[in-house]
């Protein structure tokens, strides 16, 4: 079936892949349902891992956990978050999802606009600046994490 007939994404249509931060589940996005505006992905964290201090141009963002607690920073504040809360980023807002615990992180990310115009989609996105100066001391004293590259 093709995204553009797609209605419904049951577990076995969902696109699975790995990056540096989390094992996915792309549940929402153009090549999967005929999506626009919504990117839907439900992120599994290992314990002691994280998505450090990055941003995304030209999309705002909701983080929600399912399961776990999230150390999730928006700017320079953090709350621990718990299932059933969330997060708002606005777009070009630097933020991180850390999980400095013992037990895994489930979150759903969910972002908009799914598609972006030709002269927007050329920005990288995520955008890492864990890096940079102004962050790289933020979560100083705190426990540390890891990526998986």
């Given at each position: 079936m093709s995204a553009s007939d797609r209605r419904f994404v049951q577990i076995a249509d969902a696109l699975r892949e790995a990056n540096a931060w989390t094992n996915n589940e792309w549940l929402c996005r153009p090549d999967v349902v005929a999506a626009e505006k919504l990117l839907l992905v439900r992120a599994n964290m290992d314990p002691m891992h994280c998505h450090p201090f990055h941003f995304h141009p030209h999309r705002e963002e909701i983080i929600y956990v399912i399961y776990g607690r999230a150390e999730q920073w928006v700017g320079r504040e953090y709350r621990i978050l718990r299932a059933g809360e969330m997060a708002h980023i606005p777009a070009g807002t630097i933020h991180a999802t850390y999980n400095p615990h013992a037990e895994p992180l489930v979150f759903l990310a969910i972002l908009s606009p799914a598609r972006l115009p030709d002269d927007l989609a050329v920005a990288p996105d995520p955008?890492?600046?864990?890096?940079?100066?102004?962050?790289?001391?933020?979560?100083?004293?705190?426990?540390?994490c890891v990526t998986r590259t």
């Open positions: 955008n890492d600046v864990s890096a940079s100066a102004a962050w790289v001391s933020v979560r100083q004293g705190m426990t540390a």
